[in-house]
């Protein structure tokens, strides 16, 4: 049974960093390429990062790149965005999200909201 589990620091002023780490229970969790998305209200839900299984290859968003930095631990199973110079405009719901060696909704975390606001 796959699980995913984010966790970190809701809230941050803008200009500020956080923090989003997601425990996975993946089979395979070193050969499975992640990802986090984002949904803020009445928006569709977006990728925000994505990294290859040995951290070979990074993707972001254009939103993301210059701010946000995706990286993996496989011994700990465990992947993480680092958001630096947050905007109001990253306030969303932050998923976490196996993109390979997985099928349907428990490839996605319950979410976080990271709100950012003065």
């Known amino acids: 049974q796959v699980q995913l589990v984010e966790s970190g620091v809701d809230w941050a002023q803008p200009g500020g960093s956080l923090r989003l780490s997601c425990a996975a229970s993946v089979i395979s969790f070193s050969s499975t390429v992640m990802s986090w998305y984002r949904q803020a209200p009445g928006l569709q839900r977006g990728l925000v990062a994505l990294v290859s299984s040995r951290s070979a290859m990074t993707n972001y968003a254009d939103f993301a790149k210059g701010r946000f930095t995706i990286s993996r631990d496989n011994a700990k199973n465990t992947v993480s965005l680092q958001m630096n110079s947050l905007k109001p405009e990253d306030t969303a719901v932050y998923y976490c999200?196996?993109?390979?060696?997985?099928?349907?909704?428990?490839?996605w975390g319950q979410g976080t909201q990271v709100t950012v606001s003065s």
């Open positions: 999200h196996a993109v390979t060696n997985c099928d349907g909704p428990d490839c």
